[in-house]
């Protein structure tokens, strides 16, 4: 489903995080992805969502070569994306507006997004936030909200960018015991080697701008 072959990458006048990255996700893989702070793994799912552009290698999703804006906004409607920092994931007034606006944009009617919003704040537990303004929310609660709008979009891969940090241990065993439950394929960045060997079939290391 993703193919990275001899990916170059380095942030303005940065070193390079990357120096010929290869990468392949097969099909309902559960991965997990280690590496210290600064290895590349934030930067690795935002050259994924095509929200960087590598400066030279391949980069290819669901049998496409992507390259142009355009490309991308295919995969950004197929793969949903956990921003490590919540703050950059929500932006509308409530809670029940920033679920709603993916499924919105994917072109649900408001009676169909209304649904999914109750579905998915009672899949991880969020019925009494969804009149919340998301902006007064804890960090921890932004987090599971955020998960919430990834999720309501019924993506083919979730890239879930340290999905635990800031969570207590209640709200990390609502995020383990919905990622256990539900059948999806996903890519975990994570500094917890326990969240992530409960979960996932195969962990890589990244390091030294290569995964091992
Ligand atoms: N916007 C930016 N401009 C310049 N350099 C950046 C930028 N964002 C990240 N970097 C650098 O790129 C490298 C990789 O950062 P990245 O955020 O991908 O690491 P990470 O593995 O996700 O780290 P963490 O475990 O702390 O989340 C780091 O050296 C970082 O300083
Ligand atoms: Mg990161």
Redesign the pocket.
């Known amino acids: 489903m993703i193919k990275i072959r001899k990916l170059k990458f380095a942030?303005p006048e940065?070193k390079l995080?990357f120096n010929g990255l290869d990468f392949q996700y097969e099909k309902n893989q559960k991965v997990g992805i280690v590496?210290p702070?600064?290895?590349?793994?934030?930067?690795l799912f935002y050259l994924i969502m095509g929200l960087l552009k590598p400066q030279e290698g391949e980069i290819e999703i669901f049998n496409k070569i992507r390259k142009t804006e355009k490309d991308f906004e295919d995969v950004r409607r197929k793969i949903g994306f956990l921003f490590?920092n919540p703050d950059h994931q929500l932006f509308c007034p409530t809670v029940a507006e920033d679920i709603a606006f993916g499924p919105l944009n994917l072109g649900k009617t408001h009676k169909e997004a209304r649904e999914i919003v109750k579905k998915t704040s009672n899949l991880l537990g969020l019925e009494k936030y969804i009149d919340r303004v998301s902006y007064r929310l804890s960090w921890g609660e932004k987090r599971l909200v955020c998960l919430a709008t990834v999720i309501a979009m019924n993506p083919e891969i979730l890239l879930l960018d340290?999905p635990t940090a800031g969570l207590d241990e209640r709200s990390t065993h609502k995020v383990v015991d919905y990622l256990k439950h539900n059948d999806h394929s996903f890519i975990i960045?994570s500094?917890d080697m326990n969240f992530l060997k409960t979960l996932t079939d195969e962990i890589y290391l990244?390091n030294g701008g290569k995964i091992i």
């Not at 702070?37 to 930067?43: D, I």
């Open positions: 942030y940065n995080v590496g702070n600064g290895s590349g793994k934030t930067t490590q340290e960045a500094h990244l």
